[in-house]
């Protein structure tokens, strides 16, 4: 009766339509697209498949580039025992059992690859718990990450296995499936050229996600060829790759800045609106601006930070979808203004040198004394009231007296824009110290 069924499941499965991603999955290296760069003969991966000497690695990368086939066929190449696990729906428990079955496979000579998808969502116990595994050799872990694996995993199990970095599908390797797809289904996929090339950019690099809609449109059975309009009435909208809370937030918000930082602003409006439509907090930008309008405009254009803080505010009491006027205003005035970093550096600096004398009293004469006793210590005694002398300088040094004789001069503006002016301040200043007024 057990073996009838068994049969009757077994035959039933086979009659089941396979799905078009698991149907086209690569059972060799060499036919994975777009990794080169690890897969071939002389990558990383293809020299350790080749030599069947096998080590823990962890591939980091997008979703929809590979991680998963790469494992299996690793295994496969190695007649290695294959585990899969998921880190959302797993932990120590299942993965002490895996080890149990891999001290068995070990006795019959076999080896063990652990691939866990989705790695970096194990806590630091459960990741801990791996590492006397790896170290003893008892498995060989795999494991699959998105997240950045410097700031996502400890760092005891990045010293026992290598990260190598898989890249986003680009269009010649998303060519190369639908070749494939087209080859399986025996028939070419019913879309003009401008539609395959939206079909290309909608996938954004994700083999996965473009098998997906490969097999939505042949599920559509159209019997004419789709145009771009077609394709975009069929296909819904995918949201954009970026998840807000993490390595992706991080990526998007340092290209944003640092097309700010490099007078950029179509580079900076575009990083914006990457981040927008994929669903940022629009107070996480002017955050980003305002820093930027005092790290890298900095005096060298002071209506920066006050431009940001306008713009924040209106846009705080309009609120979205209107307050995207406010915040493009703001980002093109600071991505187009003259930049200098002036006193950003000259506070580093003067940083370090209160660092390094953090203990030196400070000069009495510019101490305040309340009390008698503080006077009869001398505190307060020679200052000089800056407005009693010509042009309201004394020429008074204000450092300790170690420091006194340090020519100490931390902000060193630049000529461009409204530093130009503070720069003949500055020079001003430093002339009329120079005469040390009486």
């Not at 006077?375 to 020429?395: I, M, N, R, T, V």
Request: net charge negative; proline share 5%.
């Amino acid at each position: 009766m057990n073996a009838v069924s068994e049969v009757r499941v077994s035959l039933f499965d086979r009659e089941m339509p396979r799905p078009l991603a698991e149907a086209l999955r690569p059972n060799t290296l060499s036919e994975v697209v777009g990794q080169d760069h690890l897969l071939a003969d002389d990558g990383p991966i293809g020299r350790m498949a080749k030599s069947g000497v096998l080590s823990s690695f962890i591939l980091w990368g997008p979703p929809g580039v590979g991680k998963t086939t790469i494992a299996r066929i690793v295994a496969a190449d190695a007649q290695a025992q294959f585990v899969q696990l998921s880190a959302v729906m797993s932990g120590v428990a299942d993965l002490r059992k895996v080890f149990e079955e891999a001290k068995k496979e070990r006795t019959l000579g076999r080896q063990t690859i652990l691939f866990i998808d989705e790695l970096h969502r194990f806590n630091r116990s459960t990741q801990d718990a791996l590492l006397p595994h790896v170290e003893s050799g008892l498995i060989i872990l795999v494991g699959a990450t998105t997240e950045n694996p410097s700031f996502s995993l400890v760092g005891a199990l990045l010293s026992r296995a290598r990260v190598f970095t898989l890249n986003p599908l680009g269009k010649e390797a998303l060519s190369r499936l639908l070749e494939r797809a087209e080859a399986h289904i025996g028939k070419p996929l019913p879309l003009d050229e401008e539609a395959k090339e939206s079909l290309f950019d909608l996938a954004d690099g994700d083999g996965r996600y473009f098998i997906g809609m490969v097999e939505e449109v042949l599920r559509a059975g159209a019997g004419q060829t789709l145009s771009r309009s077609d394709l975009a009435s069929l296909l819904q909208k995918r949201m954009p790759l970026y998840d807000k809370a993490n390595d992706g937030h991080y990526n998007l918000l340092s290209c944003f800045h640092k097309s700010l930082r490099g007078s950029d602003v179509n580079a900076a409006l575009y990083w914006a609106a990457r981040m927008i439509e994929g669903g940022e907090d629009p107070n996480v930008l002017f955050r980003r601006l305002a820093c930027a309008a005092s790290e890298d405009v900095g005096l060298a254009d002071p209506q920066a930070l006050q431009q940001v803080i306008t713009a924040w505010e209106a846009f705080e009491r309009i609120g979205w979808p209107e307050a995207r006027l406010f915040m493009a205003q703001a980002i093109v005035y600071v991505a187009t203004a003259p930049k200098s970093n002036a006193a950003y550096r000259a506070f580093d600096a003067a940083t370090a040198l209160a660092r390094q004398t953090g203990s030196v009293p400070p000069p009495k004469n510019i101490l305040n004394a309340p009390t008698k006793l503080m006077k009869e210590l001398g505190y307060h005694e020679g200052y000089k009231y800056d407005h009693d002398y010509p042009d309201a300088f004394s020429g008074q040094s204000f450092f300790p007296a170690e420091l006194s004789d340090q020519n100490l001069e931390f902000y060193q503006p630049n000529e461009r824009g409204f530093e130009r002016e503070l720069l003949k301040r500055v020079q001003f200043w430093s002339r009329r110290k120079s005469q040390k007024p009486e």
